[in-house]
């Protein structure tokens, strides 16, 4: 059961990048995240008040204020950054740039928190940042967009600083109402970007971008986080973090086959690299346990990180 679990959640997340490329196609980036999240928010608060039932935990304020700050960073800063950088960007690029999250993160919790570093995550950060330099440095006609390279970089640079605070901060206990809780924060936030950007004006009916954006929020934001709870639940936690180097991989051959974009040999080595470069973070950091815990989603406080701690992961 394991193995079809966890494909169907790397083609879920995986092709979120492709996803969010086709939205791109008829309505701006905030707007369109905006909805997505705000009714995926709303459904899934929906779901987590009928299985907590009566006497079930409810948000406070300072559950509110946590769920904003950390899907301010995560939802709006990364994933919004993300979708502002596809503008620029091939959706396969965009997955791989952020895909450096983890490498920030390290840095942030050495260089913040005085946190102690292992020699594979030493060694991790040091692939991750090679790969990096290979995926931006230009060689020959190959060039990335200033703008849009940037804008992928910041977004991976926020979801780092989101995942390192979602620990510290008060959120619920519940994996389930504290992702409902920062879906519907940063939707609101997103929307109001979106209306205040004047997005509104720019948008247009078009099946394909509205087939894939119901995609991005039922598929990738529901089920995906079901699927992902459940391996959790199910299995050690280093199960569910290869989601993190398979992602990235499923998003640049999605991009390549679905959206015909470009494929180099430059592009495929700084993947590897990159990836490679995740895995050992990872590895460094997660140990497997030797028997599956029954109260993971107790325990997950939020998803909120795509690779390096899977307690707090969310669908790109």
Known sequence: ?????????????????????????AMPPFLALGIRWTVAGAILYAWAIRREGRSGERPTPDHWKSALFIGGMVIVGGIGGVAFAEQFLPSGIAALLVSTAPVWA????????????????????????????????????????????????????????????????SLPKRAVMSASLQMLASGAVLLAVGLVAGERSHVHWAWRAGIALAYL???????????????????????????????????????????????????LLAMGVTLLGVALMITGRTAPSPRPSTDAAQRAPAPALLALDPSYCDSP
Request: no cysteine; proline share 6%; net charge neutral.
């Open 106 to 169: 390290v840095l942030i919790s050495r260089g913040v928190f005085g946190e102690d570093v292992s020699w594979p995550t030493v060694a991790g950060l040091a692939l991750g940042l090679a790969g990096l330099v290979l995926l931006i440095r230009p060689a020959g006609t190959e060039h990335l967009n200033l703008l849009g390279t940037g804008a992928a970089l910041a977004a991976a640079v926020l979801w780092a600083v989101g995942s390192v605070y979602a620990p510290r901060v």
């Open 217 to 267: 929020t039922f598929f990738s934001s529901l089920i995906g986080f079901v699927v992902y709870i459940w391996l959790l639940e199910q299995f050690p936690i280093t199960v569910a973090s290869t989601v993190a180097y398979a992602a990235p991989v499923v998003a640049v051959l999605v991009g390549w086959g679905l959206l015909g974009e470009p494929l180099t040999p430059r592009t």
């Open 1 to 25: 059961m394991v193995a079809p679990a966890l494909l169907a959640l790397y083609v879920l997340w995986g092709s979120s990048f492709a996803a969010i490329k086709i939205v791109l196609e």
